[in-house]
Nanobody, 124 residues
Framework: QVQLVESGGGLVQAGGSLRLFCAASGRTLSTLLMGWFRQAPGKEREFVATISWSGVTTNYADSVKGRFTISRDNDKNMVYLQMNSLKPEDTAVYYC?????????????????WGQGTQVTVSS
């Protein structure tokens, strides 16, 4: 089993920055594909970013490309999402996700393990 715990969410003004943290346990992080997803009220869960086992390959949703950066520290069992130039439409619950697959995946159904989520609210 893999346990994921997110933190770092909060309230920020438009244009500001936040850094989300995902602490993983239960399996060696270097053998997990990691991703971030988000879900706003009344909307479906959507892909934000993903990072390969080694951290060499990343993929982003078009809506966050150039503003968000996903990274990982396998030695510390941590995954990060640096969010800059935040917009009100970025407001959502952000979820950390993991899967044992090797190939990059952007669909939420491709991830087996999920954290409880952390709220990000961006005020205008």
């Amino acid at each position: 089993q893999v346990q994921l715990v997110e933190s770092g969410g909060g309230l920020v003004q438009a244009g500001g920055s936040l850094r989300l943290f995902c602490a993983a346990s239960g399996r060696t992080l270097s053998t997990l594909l990691m991703g971030w997803f988000r879900q706003a009220p009344g909307k479906e869960r959507e892909f934000v970013a993903t990072i390969s086992w080694s951290g060499v390959t990343t993929n982003y949703a078009d809506s966050v490309k150039g503003r968000f950066t996903i990274s990982r520290d396998n030695d510390k069992n941590m995954v990060y999402l640096q969010m800059n130039s935040l917009k009100p439409e970025d407001t959502a619950v952000y979820y950390c996700a993991a899967d044992r697959r090797f190939a990059i995946a952007t669909a939420w159904s491709q991830y087996a393990y999920w954290g409880q989520g952390t709220q990000v609210t961006v005020s205008s």
